[in-house]
């Protein structure tokens, strides 16, 4: 798109500070989508487990493979974030928590439940 | 189907299907604490119960629905031009057309 407006364009990365509200949006889309590539994994682990005891046994071990319990942790954060995060819209849409300083502070709250469930996904996992 | 599910709809759509999701995951969770996927046979008595089967169906159904509606916000705001828009759509629509008919296969065959 070629952009024909004359005003100044500032976009330097590294002075550029997003409120934290959008900082939890992003997010929240950054963990919608981890979650979606989640979804065929989950149906595929299903479906193996139900087939007999040794498709059972092999997706155990699936879950023990290194790089799918990286994949885990990083779907443990992005699962908590995602909860959070939608209560807060789900409450917004309710009428609650709309002032800006309650945002702000319940958008910070959903970036920290995030990153505890982090710690702890990573306590269980690890 | 992104005509279907635009707007009120989709805005509605997409609470419904949250609500569902959270709730189903705090029951799943229990479960598993209790030891429903402990053996396979554990897991599949548990599958092959109404209830649990039921909500498992439910839950993929409420899950691949979220996704869409979800995952049609991103690309509508983000792939350009049209084309690749509708294209990556297209993959989004299978992939979870595909998980949702093979995880409810895979439950009912295990009743």
Do not use: C
């Amino acid at each position: 798109m070629k952009n024909n407006n004359k005003r100044p364009v500032f976009l330097d990365l590294t002075r550029i500070h997003q409120p934290v509200m959008a900082v939890m949006s992003i997010a929240h889309r950054i963990a919608g989508v981890l979650l979606f590539l989640a979804i065929p994994f989950a149906a595929y682990l299903l479906d193996l487990s139900l087939r007999g005891a040794e498709s059972f046994a092999e997706a155990r071990a699936l879950l023990d493979h290194g790089a799918v319990k990286l994949f885990l942790w990083l779907l443990i954060w992005a699962f908590a974030h995602h909860f959070f995060a939608g209560l807060r819209y789900l409450l917004i849409d309710l009428d609650m928590g709309v002032d800006l300083a309650t945002g702000r502070r319940t958008a910070m709250a959903a970036l920290g439940a995030g990153a505890v469930a982090f710690l702890l996904g990573g306590v269980l996992l690890l | 189907m992104s005509r279907r599910a635009s707007g009120l709809k989709a805005w509605l759509l997409q609470r419904l299907s949250a609500v569902y999701i959270a709730l189903f995951a705090f029951y799943f969770l229990f479960a598993m604490l209790g030891g429903a996927a402990q053996s396979h046979e554990a897991w599949r008595a548990w599958l092959a119960s109404p209830m649990p089967a039921l909500a498992m169906i439910l839950f993929f159904i409420a899950l691949t629905t979220h996704a869409w509606v979800g995952i049609r916000d991103v690309l509508v705001d983000y792939a350009r031009p049209l084309w690749l828009r509708l294209s990556l759509l297209s993959v989004v629509g299978v992939i979870l057309l595909g998980s949702l008919s093979g995880a409810v296969m895979a439950l009912l065959a295990a009743r």
